[in-house]
């Protein structure tokens, strides 16, 4: 066989060798679940990894095999696995009771604490998911401007609202009220913002797109900030991710003023969670008391055993420990850059802070590239990237980079080699 379809049997067969239950596991799962995985973004051949332990910044499988997690639930796990502060707090609130139905004063704790952060908003309402975050944020704007249309950037991921996702199934109508514009193209979108100012409620943007951490450009949301306000669009920012990268959220560092903002992931201390909010004028829509109130419901909105995770998670997350993971983020950019470098594979690393993104001129050795490095102990993110915990430390950076190069190894006849750019 030519040296690549050797390297992919190795490859192949090394984890159908360590990961039996796994394969067992998922036979059995397929005739249940659809592709047999509960959600879409978990499948990747020949079959996923089913883990069944997590402490720290270390997963444990079916098989007993233990990982390095550099993937934790896609950014979820910001302080890694069983957080003793965080198990503590969920256990307490888990024996007085998860939820009755009420408001609670841990709503209030918890809110206060985002907003406290985030000076642009000024109120805030929580919700199951950051997808569901961002379709109350659109039905906000919607609601506010009158206006039905929405601009969203290319390739950037806002969860699976109709509104915000391309995908079989969508009406008609719902495509048609969605325009999108190429991600970090100020003009492109200006020129639909303008074009469209009469008929758009809002534009929705990730100040990195996650899904190929690419960060925005120098002007470009400070220009999308700009436009928006002077056709009268509101700006919705999504932080369900990038929240993890400032006390404030990316959108301090990038130094913008959005109009409302999704969160998710790290406020909710690895339960699920969303939340969205902004200026007071545009959430009170959602008051009650109001004849005209827009609907936002939800049975496990703000549940009191999320709220005690979340406040125990947001406090931990202190300024110090956020630039802590992002110079661990920084060195893990130029560690993994280096190792492609050194095997003279074709790649760019992307990212911002704690988020770090692998993008191969050859697309498809990506897959062997992540099942090489679970095969030596590393998960990360099948489509290749990484985002960092608290748990970790310079010692695991270093461990990451040298797991990597392992995997690089095994993976180089399947890639794309020449001169470093």
């Not at 067969?13 to 039996?20: E, L, N, Q, S």
């Amino acid at each position: 066989m030519p040296p690549a379809a050797d390297a992919k049997a190795a490859i192949e067969a090394a984890y159908r060798a360590r990961t039996r239950r796994s394969d067992a596991l998922h036979r059995e799962a397929a005739g249940l679940l659809p592709g047999g995985v509960a959600r879409g973004i978990t499948h990747y051949a020949p079959y996923p990894t089913y883990m069944e332990e997590g402490c720290g910044c270390r997963v444990t499988d079916a098989d007993g095999n233990v990982y390095l997690d550099q993937l934790n639930n896609y950014g979820s796990m910001i302080h890694g696995h069983a957080h003793p502060a965080v198990v503590a707090a969920l256990r307490e609130q888990v024996g007085r009771g998860t939820d009755w139905g009420t408001p609670t004063q841990r709503q209030l704790v918890l809110a206060r604490m985002i907003a406290e952060r985030v000076p642009s908003v000024e109120r805030i309402r929580f919700t199951n998911s950051g997808g569901e975050a961002v379709m109350y944020a659109v039905r906000a704007a919607r609601a506010f401007t009158g206006r039905n249309r929405i601009l969203r950037m290319e390739g950037s991921y806002h969860g699976g609202y109709d509104s915000v996702v391309a995908s079989p199934g969508l009406a008609e109508s719902i495509v048609a009220e969605t325009l999108v514009a190429p991600y970090n193209d100020l003009e492109t979108a200006s020129r639909l913002i303008e074009a469209q100012r009469a008929q758009l409620a809002a534009v929705l943007v990730e100040p990195v797109s996650v899904r190929g951490m690419h960060a925005a450009e120098p002007g470009f949301l400070l220009g999308l900030r700009e436009v928006t306000r002077e056709a009268g669009v509101l700006l919705i920012c999504d932080e369900v991710v990038t929240f993890r990268l400032a006390a404030g959220g990316a959108q301090s560092i990038f130094g913008i003023t959005p109009d409302l903002t999704t969160f998710g992931k790290i406020i909710g201390g690895g339960l699920p969670v969303g939340a969205f909010g902004g200026r007071a004028d545009i959430m009170d829509r959602f008051d009650p008391t109001r004849p005209d109130s827009a609907q936002h419901s939800g049975t496990f909105a703000g549940n009191a055993a999320t709220m005690a995770a979340g406040i125990a998670a947001l406090g931990l997350l202190t300024p110090a420990e956020i630039a802590r993971i992002n110079g661990l983020g920084d060195r893990l950019r130029s560690g993994i850059k280096g190792a492609l470098d050194e095997a003279g594979v074709l790649a760019r690393v992307t990212g911002l802070g704690s988020l770090v993104g692998i993008h191969l001129a050859e697309r498809a050795g990506m897959h062997w590239l992540h099942l090489a490095t679970l095969n030596h102990g590393l998960f990360m993110r099948a489509e290749g990237a990484f985002f960092l915990s608290t748990a970790m430390r310079d010692d695991e950076v270093a461990e990451t980079v040298s797991t990597f190069r392992v995997a690089l190894a095994d993976t180089k006849p399947i890639l794309h080699t020449g001169s470093p750019s």
